[in-house]
């Protein structure tokens, strides 16, 4: 407690200094905030084109380059100063003297501070360290920083603090920086291999008078104009596949769902995902599209197909992932015979006896997913498609040709955990209202996640939907597959956290 006060002690001086500093600053015409100053030049671009040149060659050159960026170290030798300028591409070494900058001029550039964002103009040259470096001719102040860096203090190490101060956490840790960056690069190549395929790409209403397409608990809101109650979508499936009924026959949408549930290492409420559907496709093109999918893009933003992950070495290399039946890796993973998971009561009793709940009158099928979730999932470290799972818990799947009891429907795990659900679309009407009135059974019996009815999408498929295929990709846990990020809140820039000061944690 006492370190605490005095910490906070020191830092109310710093601030206190800073301000002091400011009004120094104003007093002699230096205004804090203009917005006079365009940069030319990256610095990137300078360490790209300019770092294979020596001393004499930079001399030779005589090129004045702008340059934009936040101080982030600063050593100071009287007459003559080192500081590093940071910017979005990288940072560089600028040299700043008195001689260069004229004693006026250099007599404010001191009163500076480390987090302040300046523009300097100057030419490059080699120090005796040979260390390429920006001499200035000019430092402005383009934003005084009225708080320090954390790094001159304990650096931010608590990790909720980095993720609630997002925008501190970029500047100080180069990691933050890259896995943004990333992710990004990974978004990109996605689109564009799905553009290649000649998908196209679409935007779906995220406030839905029906919460549909997942199991999931949605967020409730109210439209007041229309005084109806709305929900925030879990998922854009329904209206997705209505666009199959309308003609698109190959569609995909990248954005947001949310969903009412615990915040975990791999949970946010606010999550991303890609949705895409495939008219004339089944569940087994979509093994293949996405075997091809996730390995390009891997290539094209790491290099390479065969990656490191939590110490784990994966490899997505065509060819190298796994396919199994659903019932058959309860067996061969699982360790459970088909005497036990096909007979209701033994499966009810080793889902008890593996501390899972079975609630009353629940379907063979959920019992089952249960003995996968806790026996199964986290076993799939390589890339594993489990296919042909339970129609009881795939309400929006298509019905298996030779076997109406489970569903062309596959899961994609990678490192334990889901990364994708696919299947062929059920494009039957009659049976689509037989399974929405099942979960309605369902909800009405407690399972708050179960579906409701949705009439106008029974009315799109009596129209006609094409015979399709159609999968979700969670994007943000494939950023952290490809980033090597344990967290899905190192990947979400501003995850949800429990308001300042509240007591309590938001689930691990």
């Not at 005084?144 to 609630?164: A, F, I, N, Q, W």
């Not at 608990?217 to 109806?228: E, G, K, S, V, Y």
């Not at 209505?242 to 969903?259: A, C, D, Q, T």
């Not at 994007?475 to 308001?499: G, Q």
């Given at each position: 407690?006492?370190?605490?006060?005095?910490?906070?002690?020191?830092?109310?001086?710093?601030?206190?200094?800073?301000?002091?500093?400011?009004?120094?600053?104003?007093?002699?015409?230096?205004?804090?905030?203009?917005?006079?100053?365009?940069?030319?030049?990256?610095?990137?671009?300078?360490?790209?084109?300019?770092?294979?040149?020596g001393?004499e060659?930079?001399?030779?050159?005589?090129?004045?380059?702008?340059?934009?960026?936040?101080?982030?170290?600063?050593?100071?030798?009287?007459?003559?100063?080192?500081?590093?300028?940071?910017?979005?591409?990288?940072?560089?070494?600028?040299y700043?003297?008195?001689?260069?900058?004229?004693?006026?001029?250099?007599?404010?550039?001191?009163?500076?501070?480390?987090?302040?964002?300046v523009?300097?103009?100057?030419?490059?040259?080699?120090?005796?360290?040979?260390?390429?470096?920006?001499?200035?001719?000019?430092?402005?102040?383009?934003?005084?920083?009225?708080?320090?860096?954390?790094?001159?203090?304990?650096?931010?190490?608590?990790?909720?603090?980095?993720?609630?101060?997002?925008y501190?956490?970029l500047?100080?840790?180069?990691?933050?920086?890259?896995?943004?960056?990333?992710?990004?690069l990974?978004?990109?190549?996605?689109?564009?291999?799905?553009?290649?395929?000649?998908?196209?790409?679409?935007?779906?209403?995220?406030?839905?008078?029906?919460?549909?397409?997942?199991?999931?608990?949605?967020?409730?809101?109210?439209?007041?104009?229309?005084?109806?109650?709305?929900?925030?979508?879990?998922?854009?499936?329904?209206?997705?596949?209505?666009?199959?009924v309308?003609?698109?026959?190959?569609?995909?949408?990248?954005?947001?769902?949310?969903?009412?549930?615990?915040?975990?290492?791999?949970?946010?409420?606010?999550?991303?995902?890609?949705?895409?559907?495939w008219?004339?496709?089944?569940?087994?093109?979509?093994?293949?599209?996405?075997?091809?999918?996730?390995s390009?893009?891997?290539?094209e933003?790491?290099?390479?197909?065969?990656?490191?992950?939590?110490?784990?070495?994966?490899?997505?290399?065509?060819?190298?992932?796994?396919?199994?039946?659903?019932?058959?890796?309860?067996?061969?993973v699982?360790?459970?015979?088909?005497?036990?998971?096909?007979?209701?009561?033994k499966?009810?009793?080793?889902v008890?006896?593996?501390?899972e709940?079975?609630?009353?009158?629940?379907?063979?099928?959920?019992?089952?997913?249960?003995?996968?979730?806790?026996?199964?999932?986290?076993?799939?470290?390589?890339?594993h498609?489990?296919?042909?799972?339970?129609?009881?818990?795939?309400?929006?799947?298509?019905?298996?040709?030779?076997?109406?009891?489970?569903?062309?429907r596959?899961?994609?795990?990678?490192?334990?955990?889901?990364?994708?659900?696919?299947?062929?679309?059920?494009?039957?009407?009659?049976?689509?209202?037989?399974?929405?009135?099942?979960?309605?059974?369902?909800?009405?019996?407690?399972?708050?996640?179960a579906?409701?009815?949705?009439?106008?999408?029974?009315?799109?498929?009596?129209?006609?939907?094409?015979?399709?295929?159609?999968?979700?990709?969670?994007?943000?846990r494939?950023?952290m597959?490809?980033?090597?990020?344990?967290?899905?809140?190192?990947?979400?820039l501003?995850?949800?956290?429990r308001?300042?000061?509240?007591?309590?944690?938001?689930?691990?």
């Amino acid at each position: 407690m006492l370190e605490a006060l005095q910490a906070q002690n020191e830092l109310n001086q710093v601030l206190k200094n800073r301000v002091e500093k400011a009004c120094g600053l104003l007093d002699e015409g230096v205004p804090l905030y203009p917005n006079d100053f365009s940069k030319d030049t990256e610095v990137s671009d300078i360490w790209g084109n300019y770092d294979n040149l020596g001393g004499e060659e930079l001399e030779a050159l005589g090129k004045k380059f702008k340059l934009a960026g936040r101080v982030i170290t600063h050593r100071s030798f009287g007459k003559v100063a080192f500081f590093h300028l940071q910017d979005p591409t990288g940072r560089i070494q600028v040299y700043a003297a008195r001689d260069d900058l004229g004693a006026d001029l250099y007599k404010i550039f001191k009163k500076f501070d480390i987090g302040d964002i300046v523009g300097v103009e100057g030419t490059l040259f080699r120090t005796k360290t040979d260390e390429l470096t920006v001499k200035a001719d000019k430092v402005d102040l383009i934003t005084k920083s009225m708080r320090p860096l954390p790094e001159k203090y304990h650096g931010l190490k608590d990790v909720e603090t980095r993720y609630r101060q997002r925008y501190v956490d970029l500047i100080v840790t180069p990691r933050a920086r890259e896995i943004f960056q990333k992710r990004t690069l990974i978004v990109r190549a996605i689109r564009n291999y799905l553009d290649s395929k000649g998908f196209m790409e679409v935007e779906t209403p995220m406030m839905h008078p029906i919460a549909g397409g997942a199991a999931a608990r949605p967020f409730t809101t109210h439209h007041n104009a229309l005084d109806m109650q709305l929900y925030m979508r879990i998922a854009p499936e329904l209206y997705l596949k209505r666009l199959l009924v309308g003609g698109f026959e190959k569609v995909y949408e990248i954005n947001r769902n949310f969903r009412n549930e615990g915040i975990s290492v791999r949970h946010n409420p606010e999550f991303t995902m890609l949705e895409f559907y495939w008219a004339y496709a089944n569940f087994e093109n979509l093994m293949d599209l996405t075997e091809e999918m996730i390995s390009s893009v891997c290539k094209e933003v790491n290099g390479d197909t065969v990656i490191d992950y939590q110490d784990e070495r994966i490899d997505l290399t065509p060819g190298a992932w796994h396919r199994m039946a659903f019932h058959e890796s309860l067996e061969k993973v699982g360790g459970v015979s088909p005497e036990v998971y096909n007979d209701y009561d033994k499966c009810k009793e080793l889902v008890k006896k593996l501390g899972e709940k079975a609630v009353e009158g629940e379907k063979l099928g959920k019992l089952q997913a249960k003995l996968f979730d806790a026996l199964v999932e986290p076993k799939l470290i390589q890339p594993h498609f489990i296919y042909h799972y339970p129609t009881d818990i795939s309400p929006l799947s298509r019905r298996n040709e030779e076997n109406p009891d489970i569903t062309d429907r596959f899961e994609l795990f990678i490192y334990g955990r889901e990364l994708a659900n696919a299947f062929s679309e059920l494009n039957d009407p009659v049976d689509q209202r037989c399974r929405f009135m099942e979960q309605v059974a369902e909800k009405d019996a407690g399972d708050d996640e179960a579906h409701n009815m949705d009439e106008d999408y029974v009315r799109a498929l009596e129209y006609g939907m094409p015979p399709a295929a159609g999968q979700g990709i969670g994007i943000d846990r494939l950023v952290m597959l490809l980033t090597d990020s344990a967290s899905i809140r190192e990947v979400i820039l501003f995850p949800l956290l429990r308001t300042e000061g509240a007591s309590g944690n938001g689930g691990s």
